[in-house]
């Protein structure tokens, strides 16, 4: 399940979506990952920004409450 794509346009509600730049924005122990994606049948843009933690960074985080 790809659960980073949305089905539909969020502004007509069409399907036929054209995935844009993946922007990735490194802040400390996790990353936002920005996908665009363009609406071939509106023509609108939009955007989903995903917060992840850092591969490997889950010791890291702890320490930093130590
Ligand atoms: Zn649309």
Known sequence: MEENSPLFCPYCGGARLLEGEISEVPLGQQS???YQWNC???GEYFNKVVIVMAEGETRSLQDLWE
Do not use: A, G, P, V
């Open 32 to 34: 936002w990952i920005i």
């Open 40 to 42: 071939e049948d509106c």
